[in-house]
């Protein structure tokens, strides 16, 4: 049974730091891409930042230069490094597990829970 588990959410002030990571077991996806998602209140969720089985990374446009993609396939492992965080960064964020290098939700095969992050003003 494939499983993703998100950690490492929580609450920041503005310009703040926070490092996610999403550990997957049940399969090794070395292969895979992985990618972040968020989803912020009331709004749908979007693709925030992905890796392919190569290392390859690509970024939403809000995000480039601020956040990190970055995977341990040692450990089926991802991370986002999120650094100057502002309040428009609040939402829920998902890690997910696709078979190509895609940004399209509904091409991701496998959803961890979700992490909540929140940055205060």
């Known amino acids: 049974q494939v499983q993703l588990v998100e950690s490492g959410g929580g609450l920041v002030q503005a310009g703040g730091s926070l490092r996610l990571s999403c550990a997957a077991s049940?399969?090794?996806?070395?292969?895979?891409?992985m990618g972040w998602f968020r989803q912020p209140p009331g709004k749908e969720r979007g693709f925030v930042a992905g890796i392919n089985g190569s290392g390859g990374t690509y970024y939403a446009d809000s995000v480039k230069g601020r956040f990190t993609i970055s995977r341990d396939n040692a450990k089926n492992t991802v991370f986002l490094q999120m650094n100057s965080l502002t309040p428009e960064d609040t939402a829920v964020y998902y890690c997910?597990?696709?078979?190509?290098?895609?940004?399209?939700?509904?091409?991701?095969?496998?959803w961890g829970q979700g992490t909540q992050v929140t940055v205060s003003s």
């Open positions: 997910a597990v696709a078979r190509i290098t895609t940004r399209t939700p509904g091409s991701y095969d496998y």
């Open positions: 049940g399969r090794t996806f070395s292969r895979y891409a």
